[in-house]
């Protein structure tokens, strides 16, 4: 598997995919914020599929947590059950098929949870890791910032959804661009990120002067 470049973050749909995790129905009355990331891990899967960037979708123990939510329009993509606590090893045979990958698409739930060990287990495997901000929350806003903080220290690039499409079509003259523009024309809706990062957070401030 190519090594990535992780000075930069830079992100190409060639070698990259997205993955989807664990936006089920049980979650839609505990997880923070719930409509509006899964509103933005929508735009983020209809940009892939105009890319053709691969997309993955896993669920959190189904016959309890219920399917995917309807709303991400995931139609077409099978999940892949899983138990553990990070998508990599229900992915590990997709992961294997990709030998030009080197930047991980990271949407869903829970931030410090399936999302904190699944960017972990990537970053093992020496890939580049993007964190859709937008598109992942917790119960906890506190787990959910402190996880934040916890990927960026392990050297997770932490991007908002319009921030990483802009990085995959590159040019207005991309043959998709206006297609990509009716997606991303309208405000993401508010997922209370605003008051994770206002002011001078110390989670988020560098380590080092």
């Known amino acids: 598997m190519a090594a990535a470049r992780t000075s930069l973050g830079r992100v190409h749909p060639e070698s990259s995919i997205l993955f989807l995790c664990d936006m089920q129905e049980k979650f839609r ?42 709303e991400l ?16 090893p229900a992915l590990q045979q997709e992961l294997d098929r990709l030998p030009q990958l080197q930047s991980v698409l990271l949407c869903g739930i829970e931030t410090q949870a399936c999302i904190l060990n699944t960017a972990l287990d990537l970053l093992d495997r020496g890939l580049q890791v993007h964190v859709v901000v937008d598109a992942c929350s917790s119960r906890s806003q506190v787990d959910r910032l402190v996880a934040l903080a916890r990927m960026r220290q392990s050297g997770v690039f932490l991007s908002t959804s319009e921030g990483l499409i802009l990085q995959l079509v590159r040019d207005a003259a991309h043959p998709q661009f206006k297609e990509i ?29």
Do not use: H, W
């Not at 009716?182 to 002067?209: A, R």
């Open 29 to 70: 009355t505990t997880i923070s914020y719930f409509p509006q990331i899964v509103s933005v891990a929508a735009r983020m899967l209809k940009v892939a599929r105009l890319l053709n960037v691969p997309a993955v979708l896993t669920e959190q123990y189904p016959q309890g947590l219920g399917p995917t939510v309807p």
């Open 73 to 88: 329009g995931a139609a077409g993509l099978k999940p892949l059950s899983k138990t553990c606590f990070s998508m990599v």
């Open 181 to 209: 523009q009716k997606i991303i024309k309208d405000p993401v809706p508010d997922s209370g990120l605003l008051g994770l990062f206002q002011g001078q957070n110390p989670l988020l401030l560098n380590s080092t002067p």
